[in-house]
């Protein structure tokens, strides 16, 4: 379908204007009271232009990007007419008619929530990433002229874990994160509890409520240094935790502005280091946003070649950077159609850590593993069980919507871990214990509910929901057809001798190309050597 996927239906007003929306009329930003509004650094205006000229790379983000609603643009249109006509089975009529699209489905004209939330939200994120690119150093990101991203018809488009089956056990560390966000915003940050605390109150929140480590608020270490980080950490008892990478690898960023992440990152890293903190984080689109688009291959090569410059810097400093893949597929189905002048990318496990092979890097990137993402994805164990331990980096418990299919789920509407029954996290931690994977695992529950709750009272819970989980998934007997040893069968009606006749004419077809023998024939199958041997004379 061509309607639009609402990735965060509990999203307050004034969110459309602060990503660049078409057609949406920016509000002026506010300030604290008795602050002078800050002039863009791109513009020099007296607040952020909200559009694609004067944004962030997220502006033209197609994720935060709203839809007119019930009436589709003149370029998917233009489509539509080109297409041959559907079969008659196919065909919309009084007899075969085809279902609307539910109003859920409508972002603009779905009802907003008002209840968990203020109004404003755009503006907030719009005001606190020009702080953040201030603080930093960074220039205005170049993205072209409107009319350059506008079609020919004028549409701009759019209790201690164990396991240790590798042989030695697992170190899963109960992780708070309440230090750089307090929801998914357009500059870098490591997650979200849905709460945000100053890193000395985040450390006193980790020790109250028995979390073995915390994340860290990289402002923070930059302000104090790497010494009252430590202190912090030992005086509370605390384990380092992840700090947010600063860099966009995928086309979100153009050359120019991943030149001046790749440096802030080159600044930041050895204090990082320093502060005892060697996991660091970041997610991949899963479509791509250049303009024009680039092609799956285009846009693998240009991260692959971006992980190469970051390599460097992490084995300097010893740190793993957790790649995240971002599993809901409607995000796909309206950003990454070829049909409707798009182009997919990475969305799964086996694509990160093709990725990190390509880069040459896999020793220092690896796996950031929401449960959301894995479940919208397939979410099977066969997939996990076979991973080595130091390729999961990071851990993210969730869980899905049980409201919607696993194909129609939201990115931004998760809640804690058990909660929904939707999402194996269980299943998934008593893998990790196996294998023996050592990371931080922490909750990242997307969900505006906790805008209305106590920030005690919203740690407390998702503490409560984090060591239910790690309990069901000590207690959980993996089957043997997932982690037995016994023997599997591939042809179970194989007739007696078919081995040894396979083998026979393997070694005629090498004897007839002049080929020798390969070693793997030797140690395989008992019938085979058998079998060779018969002609074994006669091969060079």
């Not at 042989?167 to 709460?195: C, E, F, Q, Y």
């Not at 390599?311 to 893949?325: G, N, V, Y």
């Not at 070829?338 to 040459?360: N, Y």
Request: aromatic fraction near 6%; charged fraction near 25%.
């Amino acid at each position: 379908g061509t309607q639009p996927h609402v990735n965060d239906p509990h999203e307050p007003e004034g969110a459309g204007g602060a990503w660049g929306s078409p057609g949406t009329v920016a509000r002026p930003a506010r300030t604290r009271e008795g602050a002078s509004p800050r002039p863009c650094p791109r513009t020099g205006s007296g607040r952020a232009d909200r559009g694609p000229r004067g944004a962030h790379p997220f502006a033209r983000c197609g994720m935060f990007r709203a839809a007119e609603p019930g009436r589709p643009s003149r370029r998917l249109l233009a489509l539509a007419r080109a297409r041959p006509p559907l079969p008659s089975n196919l065909r919309t009529s009084d007899a075969n008619p085809l279902p609307a699209p539910p109003p859920s489905s409508r972002l603009r004209t779905r009802p907003r929530c008002t209840r968990w939330c203020e109004s404003g939200w755009g503006d907030k994120m719009a005001r606190e990433l020009e702080e953040y690119r201030q603080r930093h150093g960074l220039g205005g990101h170049a993205l072209p002229p409107r009319a350059a991203l506008a079609s020919p018809e004028g549409v701009v488009p759019p209790a201690t874990p164990v396991g240790g089956g590798r042989g030695w056990p697992s170190k899963l560390l109960r992780t708070l994160n309440v230090t750089d966000s307090d929801w998914d915003v357009p500059w870098p940050h490591i997650g979200t509890l849905g709460k945000q605390l100053p890193f000395p109150e985040a450390c006193a929140m980790a020790k109250k409520h028995g979390y073995d480590a915390v994340h860290l608020d990289v402002d923070f270490l930059l302000d104090q240094g790497p010494a009252a980080v430590r202190a912090l950490l030992d005086s509370h008892g605390l384990e380092a935790g992840g700090f947010r990478f600063p860099c966009h690898l995928h086309d979100l960023s153009d050359d120019a502005f991943f030149e001046q992440e790749l440096a802030q990152f080159a600044r930041e890293a050895p204090l990082c280091a320093a502060a005892g903190f060697k996991t660091t984080s970041f997610h991949l689109l899963p479509w791509s946003n250049a303009t024009p688009r680039n092609s799956f291959a285009a846009h693998f090569d240009l991260v692959a070649s971006r992980l190469r410059r970051v390599a460097p810097i992490l084995r300097e400093h010893d740190i793993r950077l957790a790649l995240e893949f971002l599993g809901p597929y409607g995000n796909r189905r309206v950003h990454g159609r070829p049909e409707l002048g798009g182009h997919d990318f990475i969305h799964t496990i086996e694509g990160i850590r093709c990725l990190a092979a390509a880069a040459g890097a896999s020793s220092h990137v690896g796996l950031k593993l929401d449960v959301h993402h894995w479940h919208c994805t397939g979410g099977m164990l066969e997939e996990l069980i076979c991973l080595e331990p130091h390729e999961v980096a990071l851990v993210e418990l969730n869980d899905s919507t049980a409201s919607v299919t696993r194909r129609a789920q939201p990115e931004f509407d998760r809640d804690v871990p058990g909660l929904n029954g939707v999402s194996d996290a269980a299943g998934l931690l008593a893998v990790l214990m196996r294998i023996g994977v050592r990371c931080p695992v922490h909750v990242e529950s997307f969900t505006r509910r906790f805008a209305a709750v106590d920030t005690d009272a919203a740690i407390a819970e998702q503490k409560a929901a984090m060591d239910r989980c790690f309990d069901a998934a000590a207690a959980r007997v993996l089957p043997a057809d997932l982690v037995g040893t016994q023997p599997h069968v591939n042809d179970p009606h194989e007739p007696t001798g078919w081995a040894e006749k396979m083998a026979t004419e393997l070694a005629e077809y090498r004897l007839r190309h002049g080929l020798k023998a390969s070693a793997s024939d030797e140690s395989d199958h008992r019938a085979a050597r058998a079998a060779l041997a018969l002609v074994g004379a006669a091969l060079p």
